[in-house]
Every structure is written in structure tokens, then in C-alpha cells.
């Protein structure tokens, strides 16, 4: 009887645990990070993060921080034209984006910030980075290191 009683258990702990990993396959398709790349930099230095973010969820969400070990500190920036024509950059605090559509972070746009990056990061290289959204569950992904191009 007892191992009756086990067997029972033991089939509900694996049913619970596969239907878990499908829900979570799900969620994380609802926000997408397309093409990811941090710019190479040296230790020290600050750099920047580039993608595509889409949402393919019922829902708008946003953007709310992103997380890293590479970095002292990271912000959500944009590049914008000050009056005097010059380009800054300045802090927003996150980055709304609608169901169903595309957001760009790219050079001389929205970008995530890495100030005072505690390692060389060379192209090929690549990073550990965690986005944190309102709604969608918090993703991890790898971000390869390149060279900026024009
Ligand atoms: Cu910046």
C-alpha cells in the first residue's frame, strides 16, 4: 500500500513539473529580445546594449530594468538633441511597449547604459543579461559582445 501511495505521489510531483515548464515556455514568447549586442569595450569604460523588443502579447507592458554582474550600474537611456544641437543622453526611468508591437533600442536612440563595466568585454565575447518588465516575467538571455560599425 505504501508504495502504491508513493507511486501516486511521485506521478503527481511529474505531472505538476511539465505543466509548469510549458507554461513558462509560453510566457517567455509573449516578450521577445531580438538580436541582442553589447558594444566592446574596456574595464572601466561604459558601454551600451542594443535589441529589438516585441510584444507579441495580449497586453501592453513595459521595460523596467535590466539587470547584469558585468556592470557597476545599468540605466535605461535615450540619445536625444539638445537645444544647442548637441546629442546627450539621458536616464528614462522605463520603456512602454504596445501589444503587438516593436521597439528599437539602437545607437543614437534608446539604449540600455552599462557605466563602469568591472571587465574587458572584446567582441565574440558575451554577457549574461536579465530584463525585468511589468507583466512578462523577468528573461535571461546571453548577449554577444561586437564591435560598433557604422
Ligand atoms: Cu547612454
Known amino acids: 500500500?505504501?508504495?502504491?501511495i508513493l507511486l501516486i505521489i511521485t506521478a503527481i510531483i511529474f505531472v505538476g513539473c511539465n505543466s509548469?515548464?510549458?507554461?513558462?515556455a509560453k510566457i517567455s514568447k509573449e516578450i521577445e529580445i531580438k538580436n541582442p549586442w553589447i558594444r566592446s569595450a574596456a574595464a572601466?569604460?561604459?558601454?551600451?546594449?542594443?535589441?529589438?523588443?516585441?510584444?507579441?502579447?495580449?497586453?501592453?507592458?513595459?521595460?523596467?530594468s535590466v539587470e547584469s554582474d558585468a556592470a557597476e550600474l545599468i540605466?535605461?537611456?535615450e540619445t536625444i538633441k539638445a537645444p544647442n544641437g548637441m546629442m546627450q543622453m539621458k536616464e528614462?526611468?522605463?520603456v512602454s511597449v504596445r501589444k503587438g508591437t516593436e521597439m528599437k533600442f539602437?545607437?543614437?536612440?534608446?539604449?540600455i547604459m552599462f557605466i563602469l563595466l568591472h571587465e574587458d568585454l572584446p567582441a565574440?565575447?558575451?554577457?549574461e543579461v536579465k530584463f525585468n518588465?511589468?507583466?512578462?516575467?523577468?528573461?535571461?538571455?546571453?548577449?554577444?559582445?561586437?564591435?560598433?560599425?557604422?
Open 75 to 77: 540605466q535605461i537611456h
Open 20 to 24: 509548469i515548464e510549458k507554461k513558462e
Open 106 to 111: 539602437k545607437p543614437m536612440g534608446k539604449h
Open 1 to 4: 500500500m505504501k508504495k502504491i
Open 124 to 127: 565574440g565575447d558575451s554577457v
Open 44 to 64: 572601466g569604460m561604459n558601454t551600451a546594449l542594443f535589441f529589438d523588443l516585441k510584444n507579441n502579447s495580449e497586453a501592453d507592458d513595459s521595460l523596467v
Open 92 to 94: 528614462i526611468g522605463k
Open 133 to 150: 518588465f511589468s507583466k512578462a516575467k523577468s528573461m535571461s538571455q546571453k548577449v554577444v559582445v561586437k564591435d560598433f560599425t557604422k
